[in-house]
């Protein structure tokens, strides 16, 4: 299975904001964008001639990197997106918000997306009674993931219930927090995201 393996810090720095791509450790003193706010390289701290392209790109990359998707599959979901109705922009976060993955960290079970990803691949989560171990799996509404019962005790997980902010109104979470309910799905305003989908939409368009 293909994925980045680029420094997690480096991409926050590229993006000048925080992805939030390693749990605690970005609300932290050990940040790098903390302890050095400026693009990564040997020019990182030159001026930055920002053309329209360079915004529509380093917007692109920043949804990319805040799911976790490489670009191809980031650009199925942007062709998938324009063959649905609706506006293109808020159906591409629409798809990328239902992500299994992208679940599992909404409800609190994982500090980050990237450990929702390794905890979904190694198997520990059931979808409707189902054992899934497919990230990129896209939830509906009325659909039910369970963590299996002999993953309950994962400290990884007991620690994240512990310090992850409470889920979406979209999603329901037990009171045993082993079971994930989609109530509905997600509006854009629920999505909080910092992305300006259009300028995306712009940059595909050309």
Not at 92 to 108: A, K, P, T
Not at 147 to 171: F, G, Q
Request: proline letters at 5%; hydrophobic letters at 30%.
């Amino acid at each position: 299975m293909a994925k980045e393996t680029d420094p997690s810090c480096k991409k926050c720095r590229r993006e000048r904001r925080k992805l939030f791509l390693k749990g605690q450790r970005c609300y932290s003193v050990k940040c790098g964008i903390e302890r050095r706010p400026y693009p990564p390289g040997i020019h990182g701290r030159g001026r930055v001639r920002e053309s329209e392209y360079l915004l529509q790109l380093r917007e692109k990359q920043k949804a990319r990197r805040f799911y976790g998707v490489l670009e191809r599959q980031f650009r199925h979901y942007y062709d998938e997106a324009t063959r649905k109705k609706g506006i293109t922009g808020e159906n591409l976060l629409f798809f990328l918000e239902r992500r299994l993955d992208n679940i599992v960290y909404r409800s609190g079970m994982a500090a980050s997306r990237a450990q929702a990803r390794q905890l979904v691949n190694h198997g520990h989560f059931r979808v409707n009674g189902r054992k899934m171990s497919i990230p990129s799996y896209r939830v509906r509404k009325g659909d039910v993931i369970e963590l299996r019962e002999k993953s309950r005790n994962l400290v990884v997980i007991r620690h994240a219930l512990d310090t992850n902010p409470p889920p979406p109104e979209w999603l329901r979470v037990t009171q045993s927090a082993s079971q994930v309910e989609v109530l509905d799905l997600p509006t854009r305003e629920q999505v909080d995201v910092p992305v300006q989908e259009q300028l995306i939409v712009e940059l595909y368009s050309k």
